[in-house]
């Protein structure tokens, strides 16, 4: 079955830039969206489509994919982006179903 | 504004049943495919169900295959799922979430807060 590989932590200084991946076999071949979860709070989507980004999120969040890795990027990281994030895909095989990456930790030292 | 208040959770025993229900307002609920997705204690997210605008395609994942139902009712703006056989494996927060489309195949736009569903003699 199709698995989605990330780091489980990310460490960042603020005012720095943040890279997360999301690993998968062809993953370029896929559509890629991102959630950030914060504690005791429901995801909110952040990146959908690879690249876009829905509104009222602001433009420090950008993502990429392409081979077999897809990237959540967050520039001037700011405290407040500390949460969990976390990719999906639908793997629409022969039994289509929704996968999600294991999360990613960020901590903005 | 969209708004997916989800309820029904609570305390079960191994083998018994549940019905999650999510009630949808601020947008055209017979226009957009919807999901189910839950998250168990201190762990990540894992999808449980999606089905269409319509309701004639429905997906499940293979842990809860042949022991959830997922439904909907337009004229009730009203997600559900109907959950049988629980196990302890089965406890978890249950989020609804809404696709952007009418088809499910795409990503989740909006998302309730979730209702709490253990599963404990």
């Known amino acids: 079955s199709y698995v989605l590989t990330q780091p489980p932590s990310v460490s960042v200084a603020p005012g720095k830039t943040a890279r997360i991946s999301c690993g998968g076999n062809n993953i370029g071949s896929k559509s890629v969206h991102w959630y950030q979860q914060k504690p005791g709070q429901a995801p909110v989507l952040v990146i959908y489509s690879d690249t876009d980004r829905p509104s009222g999120i602001p433009e420090r969040f950008s993502g990429s994919n392409s081979g077999n890795a897809a990237t959540l990027t967050i520039s001037r990281v700011e405290t407040g982006d500390e949460a969990d994030y976390y990719c999906q895909v639908w793997d629409l095989r022969s039994d289509p179903n929704v996968l999600f990456g294991g999360g990613t930790k960020l901590t903005v030292l | 504004e969209v708004q997916l208040v989800e309820s029904g959770g609570g305390l079960v025993q191994p083998g018994g049943s549940l019905r999650l229900s999510c009630a949808a307002s601020g947008f055209t609920f017979s226009s957009y495919a919807m999901s189910w997705v839950r998250q168990a204690p201190g762990k990540g997210l894992e999808w449980v169900s999606a089905?269409?605008?319509?309701?004639?395609?429905?997906y499940y994942a293979d842990s809860v295959k042949g022991r959830f139902t997922i439904s909907r009712d337009s004229s009730r703006n009203t997600l559900y799922l109907q959950m049988n056989s629980l196990r302890a494996e089965d406890t978890a927060v249950y989020y609804c979430?809404?696709?952007?489309?009418?088809?499910?195949?795409?990503?989740?736009?909006?998302w309730g807060q979730g209702t709490l569903v253990t599963v404990s003699s």
């Open positions: 979430a809404k696709a952007p489309y009418s088809y499910a195949e795409t990503n989740f736009d909006y």
């Open positions: 089905i269409s605008n319509s309701g004639d395609s429905t």
